[in-house]
């Protein structure tokens, strides 16, 4: 569509004036040196920022062969960090699945009083820093804590525990799958629902055919989002976790205590393994767009 | 169905949306809703259909007490104006959604949901489209599987909003007819909708005028037209030139001409205010009795010839409509001096 715009508009001009000095080009277009300086910068700007760090991470863990690299990620601890960090996404991703789904089912479809205040609170971790979140926490359920001598004496730990980095990870990544849903869900407005609901179906089948369906494609994209920021959060689960290793050290804190350690191939190995986790996101989340995307098109269009 | 409306209101925050509305609509009868928007007319819809709830008063189908009732109990049709098609679904799962839900109990068969989702896509004139989706349809055809969807639960109630706002004019006048015929076949008890009075005079068997959260008047469209009950009525049923006037015992006195308003024999020189469509204005020469105007502009294209011209008096702006081929075309020229006899007007005093 916008091609054809463009072809069209820069035809006209050659069609009436056919001389050689006719301006061929559109109104917001700049003059070339302007437009190869820009894009010169912008290009610049991201080899340097975004891929000469990526290149460099599996560049530095490749540095000692490949056999160091593969004796860094099979070591026991670095294994235990990797089985630790996926369990935690496995129970923080659908946990924000569900609430995030609530939450913005809820603030999308219906009218109620403190729905503003409850759109702040969603938001709200993404404006706390990470580390203060995770102070928070052991705060409320650490050994000193407000629950700490009710969790003590009923034998709970959670603070240097699986059960702390979850929670963690939780807040951390809360707003991702409900931020994803909820302009979707306000744009799509209330009429399908009401329309399922006036042909009899209860309000179950009707999320379940009509407002699910509707979303699924903004619901994927925020548990994509939301599980890579889980697997890589740092900040938060710092505080938490006490860098037990083998026991609550996920992957970003592993490649820190690899790296303190002057250990940087086994550092850049593991970095390089969270690269490709964040990669892999990407592609997958590309490889649907493209697959799919005729009909995400067709469902947004209508 | 017979439908009965009884006293109902409806506020949202401060807003009063419908103040004590009456309405009773007997079996098989189709009857629109007219009104600007803000008048009320589809909240008054919503309430119909369960999808909103009344403040007060009560709701009646064949006498039974619905307001306790949800939507998708009221086994009532509702044609949404922007359709609110499932567009997810193709056409056929879209028709086939009020059968899918139903409870295990009364669900039908899969062959026979899909013997009957074909019958209402051939009713609608859609056969050959169930494998469609929503966006590959153009606007009339959405409009027809939105009804299609309706129907497909067999309801003794077809309620639709605006069924033709979205359409262009053509499409609209031909679904009209066929939405017309549709529910004459089906015997449905049919209420809709819509600001546009072409629309509801052509279609209904009668029309409720709403204003600002009542029913201004009822009729038949013939009553509606010929005998509006209020200046908003006579107003938003067509043109109208509007002539200040006073109303004194059966005569409506418009800038010295005495005009004839029987309906006030008892008002004496009361303030009132005269309408005239434009086809009731009889354009003469300047040597004729009548209200003295100047011709401003001309339009020749359309139906009729539109005159507008300019009261010598107080200089308001009137328009006449004159039929092509009349022997006024010496009349009708930009900056003639002319003469106006209304043939029918019709007064309404000012409110106190």
């Keep these: 569509m916008v091609a054809q715009t463009r072809r069209e508009l820069s035809a006209l001009p050659a069609a009436a004036a056919p001389s050689a000095a006719a301006r061929v080009r559109l109104a917001t277009t700049e003059s070339a040196p302007v437009r190869w300086v820009l894009i010169a910068l912008g290009l610049g700007f991201i080899l340097l920022v975004i891929v000469l760090p990526l290149v460099s991470v599996f560049l530095e863990a490749l540095r000692g062969g490949i056999g160091a690299f593969l004796r860094a990620v099979t070591e026991d601890d670095t294994l235990s960090a990797i089985r630790l960090t996926l369990l935690v996404a496995a129970i923080a991703v659908p946990l924000n699945l569900v609430f995030g789904l609530a939450a913005a089912w809820a603030i999308a479809k219906f009218d109620f009083r403190g729905k503003s205040l409850l759109i702040t609170l969603i938001d709200l971790p993404f404006s706390v820093s990470p580390v203060i979140s995770g102070l928070i926490y052991v705060l409320l359920y650490g050994a000193n804590g407000w629950f700490g001598p009710f969790l003590k004496e009923w034998d709970i730990k959670i603070i240097f525990n699986v059960t702390g980095l979850v929670l963690a990870t939780v807040f951390v990544t809360f707003p991702f799958i409900a931020r994803e849903l909820i302009p979707l869900m306000q744009e799509q407005g209330r009429d399908e629902e009401e329309a399922a609901i006036s042909l009899g179906a209860n309000g179950w089948r009707t999320f379940l055919y009509v407002t699910l369906p509707n979303v699924a494609w903004g619901l994927l994209y925020g548990v994509l989002l939301c599980n890579a920021r889980a697997m890589g959060e740092f900040g938060a689960v710092s505080v938490v976790s006490g860098h037990i290793r083998g026991l609550t050290n996920t992957m970003p804190l592993h490649v820190e205590i690899l790296y303190n350690e002057y250990d940087f191939v086994g550092a850049f190995a593991v970095a390089s393994l969270l690269a490709l986790l964040a990669i892999v996101t990407l592609v997958a989340k590309s490889l649907l767009e493209w697959r799919y995307g005729d009909r995400l098109a067709a469902g947004r269009r209508h | ?352």
């Design chain 2, 1 to 352: 169905m017979t439908i009965t409306v009884d006293g109902i209101s409806k506020s949202f925050n401060d807003f009063q949306a419908l103040k004590g509305v009456e309405l009773a609509a007997a079996r098989g009868e189709f009857i629109a809703l007219l009104g600007p928007s803000g008048s009320g007319k589809t909240t008054l819809l919503r309430i119909l259909a369960g999808l909103e709830f009344a403040d007060s008063g009560r709701l009646l189908f064949d006498g039974r007490d619905v307001a306790a009732q949800g939507a998708g109990e009221r086994n009532v049709g509702f044609v949404f104006q922007h359709y609110a098609l499932f567009k997810h679904m193709t056409v056929a799962e879209n028709v086939s959604f009020g059968l899918r839900v139903k409870p295990r109990a009364q669900r039908p068969a899969k062959a026979e949901i899909d013997r009957q989702v074909n019958e209402l896509l051939r009713l609608v004139q859609l056969d050959r489209l169930g494998g469609r989706y929503p966006s590959q349809l153009s606007g009339g055809q959405r409009q027809r599987v939105a009804l299609a969807r309706a129907l497909a639960i067999q309801p003794a109630v077809l309620l639709l909003d605006e069924p033709f706002g979205a359409l262009d004019a053509k499409v609209r006048k031909e679904l009209r007819r066929w939405l017309r015929r549709l529910h004459d076949d089906m015997q449905l008890t049919s209420i809709f909708v819509t600001h546009d009075q072409e629309e509801a005079l052509e279609l209904a068997d009668r029309i409720a005028v709403m204003r600002e959260g009542r029913i201004e008047q009822i009729g038949t469209p013939a009553e509606i037209y010929h005998r509006p009950a209020t200046a908003f009525v006579y107003e938003f049923l067509g043109n109208a030139n509007r002539l200040r006037c006073r109303i004194d015992r059966g005569r409506a006195v418009v800038a010295g001409l005495e005009l004839p308003a029987p309906e006030y024999p008892d008002l004496h020189d009361a303030a009132g205010t005269a309408f005239v469509r434009p086809h009731d204005l009889v354009i003469a020469d300047a040597r004729q009795s009548g209200l003295e105007a100047r011709v401003r502009q001309v339009f020749l294209a359309g139906p009729a010839i539109r005159v507008e011209l300019a009261l010598l008096t107080t200089g308001d702006m009137l328009e006449a409509e004159v039929p092509h081929g009349s022997d006024l075309g010496s009349l009708i020229v930009p900056d003639k001096l002319v003469t106006l006899q209304p043939t029918k007007i019709r007064a309404f005093p000012d409110a106190a």
